[in-house]
């Protein structure tokens, strides 16, 4: 599973908003005051160093903010505070200034289920979500292997690798993954969740008689535009009324859905070759052009469409200024080419997000308008929107893919919060809820009576620290203090009194919800809570230099 900068980021915009590294716990923002740039500790006037932990006072962060720097005061005996920010577009402004103070929140959800993504975007040398300024000769190095191999599991044990590298340096502390959790009503059966937590609509039976399936929403936060979803909102209603070149099952895998076959024999340089009678919901067939205009569009900089960095790959992309994407060229109606400006492993699981789904010729007449009411080439058509009350889907004739349609419509209801969706699935007056009240996570299992599910976390918390700050860098001290600082923090204790046991310590850099993913890393001890271990580490930096 979002791959900008953090200034096209924002956490809490849901799926497909893949990287989030924001400051202040967990989130970003900018700190009060005249901040050192990469400063990590500022002095007190006991001469005593201090450590502050930036996050948006905006979001639900200050009780696990609070929570993480208390742990790391009581077990270091040095003075960790937190750092409240306004608000997130302040905390984005100082990191992607490289003003922030000390450590700050970072926090990541993916686009699609890729650990190569999630390492590269973040991590390598220059990579578009670098907000921590990190660089490893020897992390770049296996993310270009990555990138060039032609087998999965080469790319999995690649990536294991690269992971064990940024256990050692920790320019980014992962600390837990937000588990999801969801229910769903005595009327309805077939209840499978996808791999980024959100139900599979269209496999869902319901024994009402109008065939219906009343699902929980929240108002989309862009026009129905596919480049520009990226939240939970939108991501739900255009997923059903799209189809892409693949798909993902409901473990992550890809498998073809509109491609025919997709081809490479170096992942630079791929042929793309469309099944023959897909339809647009207004009859107009899917071609080569639906693809190339509607991917072209997206990734232009005068549009700001927020998925416009999955485009980057392809060749032509500028994030700076309107630029063709010159990577792409038609050979005929059902085939088109994909050149792009280095190996990429992982491209075609991308190929299943939003960004890269087709538009119909209709779309680039009035973009504004089509945003309001579009015509996909998925499993169902918009009957309507009313905004912040409804979105009503029903079923599209004309199309010819393989996710089986078992029900007569999907009506997402639109709420403004988890409580009240709760209330009406325990009413009956919803069928599905893909997210439960933080005060009822003790008790949903039983009060739907087994008709509820935990989710693997596709968000990862963790907290960065700019490796250019003084006494944090990622050499012999730097690693000795991220080392400790990790060490230093009760997890599971925050996971279970701050979250009621709504999240997972982590055991990786990526998550759960990645294909292939493993909590058996090389070096992933040093995500584990240990005093004595935290002082030993914490002293041992002290030895090469004060802090």
């Known amino acids: 599973m979002r791959n900008t900068p953090i200034s096209r980021r924002s956490l809490g915009l849901g799926l497909g908003a893949a990287a989030v590294l924001l400051a202040s716990g967990c989130s970003s923002g900018s700190p009060e005051g005249s901040p050192t740039s990469g400063a990590a500790g500022s002095q007190g006037t006991s001469g005593g160093g201090v450590l502050t932990l930036a996050y948006n006072a905006d979001g639900p962060h ?42 700050f929140r970072s926090s990541w959800r993916a686009d699609y289920p890729s650990a190569a993504s999630v390492l590269a975007s973040q991590y390598r040398t220059g990579g578009e979500a670098n907000t921590t300024d990190y660089s490893s000769v020897e992390l770049d190095d296996l993310l270009a292997q990555a990138a060039a191999a032609d087998d999965a599991a080469a790319v999995l044990a690649l990536c294991e690798q690269a992971q064990s590298v940024l256990l050692a340096d920790l320019p980014v502390i992962p600390l837990w993954y937000h588990d999801g959790a969801g229910g769903w009503s005595s009327t309805v059966s077939d209840v499978t969740w996808s791999w980024n937590g959100l139900p599979v609509y269209e496999a869902m039976r319901t024994s009402v008689e109008d065939g219906v399936i ?70 107009t067939a899917v071609t080569s052009d639906s693809f190339i205009r509607a991917w072209d569009y997206g990734a232009q900089a005068s549009h700001n469409h927020v998925a416009s960095h999955l485009y980057a790959p392809i060749e032509g992309f500028s994030a700076e200024e309107d630029s063709e994407l010159t990577g792409l060229s038609k050979v005929d109606d059902r085939t088109f080419t994909i050149t792009l400006t280095e190996p990429t492993a992982d491209f075609v699981q991308r190929l299943g997000c939003p960004a890269f789904y087709p ?25 309507e929107w009313s905004h912040h009350s409804e979105v009503i889907l029903v079923p599209n004739p004309l199309y010819s893919g393989e996710r089986a349609v078992a029900n007569d419509g999907v009506t997402f209801m639109i709420y403004p919060d988890d409580d009240a969706s709760y209330a009406d699935l325990l009413a009956g007056e919803l069928d599905v809820v893909d997210a439960v009240p933080s005060t009822r996570l003790s008790s949903f299992e039983e009060d739907l009576e087994g008709r509820a599910v935990t989710l693997p976390g596709d968000l990862v918390q963790g907290l960065a620290i700019n490796v250019d700050a003084p006494h944090w860098g990622t050499d012999t001290e730097g690693r000795l203090r991220r080392a400790a600082l990790s060490r230093a923090i009760n997890r599971e204790e925050i996971c279970e009194t701050v979250y009621e046991g709504a999240c997972t310590p982590a055991s990786d850099v990526t998550s759960p919800v990645m294909v292939g993913w493993t909590a058996e890393v090389p070096g992933n001890e040093v995500l584990t809570y240990d005093e004595a271990e935290a002082r030993s580490l914490w002293e041992k930096a002290e030895a090469v230099s004060a802090f």
Not at 376 to 382: A, I, R, S, T
């Open 62 to 103: 200050q009780a696990w903010v609070e929570a993480v720097c208390d742990s790391v005061s009581s077990t270091l005996g040095v003075t960790m505070e937190p750092l409240p920010l306004a608000d997130l577009s302040a905390l984005r402004d100082e990191v992607d200034n490289r003003t922030v103070v000390g450590a």
């Open 214 to 283: 009343r699902a929980r929403g929240t108002e989309p936060r862009h026009p129905l535009v596919p480049s520009t979803t990226n939240e939970p909102g939108g991501r739900r209603v255009v997923d059903l009324l799209f189809s892409g070149l693949v798909r993902y099952r409901e473990d992550g895998t890809v498998v073809n859905e509109m491609a025919e076959s997709i081809t490479t024999e170096d992942n630079q340089h791929f042929t793309v070759t469309i099944k023959d009678d897909w339809a647009f919901g207004d009859g």
């Open 359 to 383: 538009l119909p010729a209709t779309a680039f007449k009035d973009m504004e308008a089509f945003g309001e009411s579009p015509v996909g080439n998925g499993p169902y058509v918009l009957d």
